[in-house]
C-alpha cells in the first residue's frame, strides 16, 4: 500500500529529473553590433584579422558588405591587408561574391569634417581712469545710441585696417538735443 501511495505521489507531483528545459532561442545579433564587435577586435590585435573575419561570415552571413567594409575600415584600408579580407570573405562566403567586390569598390574611408577655426576678439569697457590704446592699424570708433540725454557709458568698438593707411584721429562731441516745440500740432480728419 505505501508503494501505491509513493507511486501516485511521484505521478502528482512529477519528478524534476523527468521536466523538460526550457528552449530559449539565440538572440539575433543585428549587422551594425557584428560589424562593431569585428572593428573592435581587429584593432585590437590585427594578426588575428583573418580568424575574427571567418568568425563574422560564419554568424551572419547575410550582413556579408556590413563586415567587409568593417575590416577595411578597421585595417585603415591597407591595400596589403584589404586584399587579405577580399580573399578571406571570397573562401567563406562565394556566393556572396557580388557582395564583396560591390563593398570593396565603394568603401569611402570616413571623414571628419572640421569647422574653420575663426578668432573672435570682444571690445573690453575702458574705464575712466585708463586712456584707450590704439594698436596700429586699428581705427578706434565710439557708439552712441541716438536721441539718448542721460550720461551712458560708452562702448569702444575697434576695426582692423591696414597698417599702411594712415587714419587721421578726431574727437567727436555729443549733438545738442532738438527742442520741437515751435512745431505747429496737426489737425484732426473730419
Avoid: H, W
Wanted: glycine content about 2%; overall charge neutral; proline content about 9%.
Amino acid at each position: 500500500m505505501r508503494l501505491i501511495c509513493l507511486i501516485c505521489l511521484l505521478a502528482v507531483t512529477g519528478s524534476p529529473a523527468l521536466a523538460q528545459p526550457v528552449k530559449s532561442t539565440p538572440a539575433q545579433i543585428t549587422c551594425e553590433s557584428l560589424s562593431a564587435e569585428l572593428f573592435a577586435a581587429i584593432r585590437a590585435n590585427p594578426a588575428k584579422l583573418e580568424m575574427r573575419l571567418e568568425e563574422a561570415l560564419i554568424i551572419r552571413e547575410s550582413c556579408t558588405s556590413e563586415i567587409v567594409t568593417a575590416a577595411i575600415d578597421a585595417v585603415n584600408a591597407d591595400p596589403a591587408l584589404v586584399q587579405k579580407i577580399v580573399n578571406t570573405a571570397m573562401d567563406i562566403a562565394p556566393a556572396k561574391a557580388a557582395l564583396i567586390t560591390t563593398a570593396v569598390k565603394n568603401y569611402q574611408a570616413p571623414s571628419v569634417a572640421m569647422a574653420p577655426l575663426v578668432e573672435v576678439r570682444r571690445a573690453e569697457p575702458a574705464t575712466a581712469t585708463s586712456a584707450p590704446q590704439v594698436l596700429p592699424g586699428e581705427e578706434l570708433r565710439r557708439a552712441e545710441l541716438p536721441l539718448v540725454t542721460q550720461s551712458i557709458p560708452i562702448v569702444e568698438v575697434r576695426k582692423a585696417e591696414s597698417p599702411a593707411v594712415a587714419t587721421p584721429m578726431a574727437v567727436l562731441e555729443q549733438e545738442r538735443v532738438m527742442n520741437l516745440t515751435d512745431v505747429p500740432k496737426a489737425r484732426p480728419l473730419r
